[in-house]
């Protein structure tokens, strides 16, 4: 029964380095959502995407950030030139349509 | 700006005893009500959603919406330390690109005294 797959865990980079994070959506789920939660602060809506289409994007910075969901493979959040800001959890939620969403264990990201 | 407020808590309750949470929420088109829980570095996890006005109940919790006043609540009946956790109300829209994306509030820390 296996969930909303996230990896890796935990993530270090040093500033100006690249992050990459994946999600494995449940199965059967075709929509995927990426959440950012900050320290002492609440999840916040980043991107959310079906098979290679991003749906909306609003939530998510304009640079640095992009997003995919190819029709092979999981979903992957990219970020570019890490800053020490984007240390935080990231959350990755799935569901079959308007559904309730499930989320993954999350990635913690730790920027040196 | 749609918002989700919570009390931060600390909430404490001895166990065995009824926990209340409660939550607004700003934007009056919400549809959808989700409470999730998560426990310290863990995801959440959900446990109840809502979608119309009045109780819904399962096991030991029970959600109940008033859209006139905005509000929505978590009752969790006889409270174990298991159930010590930041509880997380989550609202969904209906339109507007809003009817997928969940907002958030911040969270209340529950915690059971044995």
């Known amino acids: 029964n296996a969930g909303v797959m996230q990896n890796p865990r935990h993530l270090v980079r040093r500033r100006g380095q690249e992050a990459r994070l994946r999600c494995s959506p449940m199965?059967?789920?075709?929509?995927v959502y990426w959440y950012r939660q900050l320290p002492e602060e609440g999840l916040k809506f980043m991107v959310y995407?079906?098979?290679?289409?991003?749906?909306?994007e609003s939530g998510m910075p304009k640079e640095r950030f992009s997003a995919e969901f190819p029709k092979e493979g999981p979903s992957i959040l990219r970020i570019q030139q890490v800053v020490r800001g984007d240390s935080a959890a990231y959350f990755c939620?799935?569901?079959?349509?308007?559904?309730?969403?499930?989320f993954g264990d999350g990635t913690r990201l730790s920027i040196l | 700006q749609k918002e989700v407020e919570q009390n931060s808590g600390p909430l404490s309750v001895p166990e065995g005893a009824i926990a209340s949470l409660n939550c607004t929420y700003s934007?009056?088109?919400?549809?959808?009500f989700f409470w999730y829980r998560q426990y310290s570095g863990k995801s959440p996890e959900l446990i109840m959603f809502?979608?119309?006005?009045g109780d819904k109940e399962d096991g030991r919790f029970t959600a109940q919406l008033n859209k006139a006043s905005q509000y929505v609540s978590l009752l969790i009946r006889d409270s174990q330390p298991s159930d010590s956790a930041t509880y997380l109300c989550?609202?969904?829209?209906?339109?507007?690109?809003?009817?997928?994306?969940?907002?958030f509030g911040k969270g209340t820390l529950l915690t059971v005294n044995p």
């Open positions: 989550a609202v969904k829209g209906n339109s507007g690109g809003s009817n997928y994306k969940l907002t």
């Open positions: 809502i979608y119309s006005n």
């Open positions: 995407l079906q098979k290679e289409n991003i749906i909306d």
């Open positions: 934007d009056r088109g919400s549809q959808s």
């Open positions: 199965k059967g789920h075709s929509h």
């Open positions: 939620a799935s569901s079959p349509g308007e559904q309730p969403q499930h």
